[in-house]
């Protein structure tokens, strides 16, 4: 008895390490879910950007209308597309629209949240407040983590000029 004790008690400790990582990856609110939210290190004064997969758990459509953050004076959704060898970034000013069951995600050298003129630095191990705002699910409250350049996967672009 006391043996199986042992070994549920361990095993029970191992289950909380595993499922206890020092942030979360995933945000949940009312039917979406923001997963792995970063950002990149940029200037005070400067521009910065914000990366994440958002997925539509509705069952019906829903439309990302805006992200908002106090660490910039102004915050777009862009899309990034290359014409021509060159890349050009548009806003959405219609926001996102998510299918039911869409899920999309921002990434370096597509979709990106545009950070416009930081009134803060954003450095490495940063955690930056944002909040994205959908027509039917609501406010879904994120921390974007900012991580180096290099940390990027293989292939990823990096370069956002404006
Ligand atoms: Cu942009």
């Known amino acids: 008895m006391f043996r199986l004790n042992t070994l549920l008690a361990a095993a029970a400790l191992a289950t909380v390490a595993a499922c206890a990582p020092a942030q979360p990856a995933t945000y949940a609110a009312a039917n979406v879910a923001v997963a792995e939210p ?20 509705n069952t019906g459509p829903d439309t990302l209308l805006r992200v908002e953050s106090p660490v910039a004076l102004r915050v777009e959704l862009h899309e990034t597309s290359t014409e021509g060898g060159v890349m050009r970034m548009r806003e959405l000013k219609d926001g996102l629209k998510l299918k039911a069951g869409e899920t999309v995600t921002f990434q370096p050298g597509g979709k990106h949240v545009m950070f416009l003129g930081l009134v803060r630095p954003l450095a490495v191990g940063d955690r930056i407040p944002a909040t994205l705002v959908f027509e039917r699910a609501g406010r879904a409250p994120i921390e974007l983590t900012v991580k180096a350049r290099d940390a990027a996967p293989a292939g990823g672009k990096e370069e956002h000029a404006h």
Do not use: D, I, K
């Open 38 to 57: 970063f950002s990149r290190p940029a200037p005070q004064g400067g521009n910065g950007a914000g990366f994440f997969t958002v997925s539509n758990n």
